[in-house]
């Protein structure tokens, strides 16, 4: 009988793996012994559900995305420990809502714990854990959740004053990097790390954004190639000091090195913030992004051009936008803040 349950466990298995479902042991338990969670009483557990997906995504490599579950998985397990998927209500979300403000988040904080959830119930219908009639997010809106957002661009001059500042250690690398993200239409932290000078062809910088998959081609001014220039060692190809080769080899290595390293660069532009007077609040090595597409729009720069929406809720707007344009037409509106 147990080399029996043994077989069935195996094909069990196998065609969780086939079907792309994701793995839990309340599913996995039920289809090994039919008919067990009705009689055992023993809801799927969110808590557990969520660690599931968070284990899955983890295993393929999406790091970034699965320490939203972990995280959300975390505050949920604070707040009702042994809370069932079944017991997720529209009542169940204010109350969760409501318990987090209490808790200090706020509600970017709280908005990003509500979407990981819904993703969550989402997930769980589509493998068939959860019934698809099952939907405790049409009665409760996220939207008053969006809030105020806070201006993240911060006037050229600024970034003048920047590269005017003469710091040493942790600073000198922040603002380095800040500059060359701006230089480089926005160019993020993970993006920054993985370029190499393969990446540099003919005086351009020619790389793949990991986020979303677009290609980028960029004319390399002279302040990105001085800043580059700083950072160039024989022995290494990668163009910055943020990886090291022989230690961080893996997926896991390198993100954990480049959140080490974001939350250094984020805490030393702190006090460059205060330096050339901006508000502290907010201005982080994102703010280069959004200062790229602002600059630009103030130089006025039509939208489809600039890409206005770097900080927009679709990316696949910007980039329809941005499909008609040769690179000559961007190199000219990036000439604009030389």
């Known amino acids: 009988m147990l080399r029996t349950y043994e077989q069935r466990a195996a094909d069990v298995i196998r065609e969780m793996e086939r079907d792309g479902?994701?793995?839990s042991f309340d599913v996995f338990g039920e289809a090994?012994?039919?008919?067990?969670?009705?009689?055992?009483?023993e809801p799927v557990k969110v808590v557990a559900y969520m660690l599931s997906i968070?284990?899955?995504?983890?295993?393929g490599g999406n790091l970034g995305n699965s320490t939203f579950y972990r995280n959300t998985a975390a505050v949920i397990r604070d707040f009702q420990p042994r809370a069932a998927m079944r017991d997720i209500t529209p009542g169940w979300l204010e109350?969760?809502?409501?318990?987090?403000?209490?808790?200090g988040i706020k509600d970017?904080?709280?908005?990003v714990n509500m979407r990981t959830l819904r993703a969550t119930i989402n997930r769980a219908k589509k493998a068939g854990v959860m019934d698809k009639s099952w939907a405790p997010f049409s009665a409760y809106s996220?939207?008053?959740?969006?809030?105020?957002?806070?201006?993240?661009?911060?006037?050229?001059?600024?970034?003048?004053e920047m590269e005017c500042l003469r710091l040493d250690g942790v600073g000198a690398f922040a603002v380095d990097l800040f500059l060359f993200s701006f230089y480089c239409r926005g160019i993020n932290m993970a993006d920054i790390a993985a370029l190499t000078n393969q990446n540099i062809k003919d005086g351009r910088l020619i790389y793949e954004r990991k986020k979303t998959g677009k290609m980028y081609n960029v004319r390399i001014n002279e302040k990105a190639a001085e800043i580059m220039r700083q950072y160039a060692r024989k022995e290494?190809?990668?163009?910055f000091p943020i990886y090291s080769t022989g230690i961080h080899e893996t997926d896991l290595q390198k993100f954990n090195r480049l959140h080490k390293i974001t939350g250094k660069v984020n805490l030393a532009l702190k006090s460059v913030a205060e330096m050339i007077g901006v508000p502290v609040d907010g201005f982080v090595f994102y703010t280069a992004r959004h200062t790229y597409a602002t600059?630009?729009?103030?130089?006025?720069?039509?939208?489809?051009?600039?890409?206005e929406a770097l900080g927009h809720s679709d990316i696949r707007t910007t980039e329809d936008y941005l499909k008609s344009f040769g690179d000559e037409v961007l190199d000219a509106a990036d000439g604009l803040l030389d």
């Open 21 to 23: 479902k994701v793995f």
């Open 32 to 41: 090994v012994f039919p008919g067990s969670k009705k009689k055992s009483g």
């Open 54 to 59: 968070r284990q899955e995504m983890a295993d």
């Open 95 to 103: 109350r969760f809502e409501a318990w987090q403000r209490k808790r």
């Open 108 to 111: 970017g904080g709280i908005s």
């Open 142 to 160: 996220l939207s008053h959740l969006r809030g105020a957002n806070i201006k993240r661009a911060i006037p050229l001059d600024k970034i003048r």
């Open 236 to 239: 290494d190809a990668r163009l």
């Open 295 to 307: 600059a630009l729009k103030k130089k006025g720069v039509g939208i489809a051009v600039i890409a």
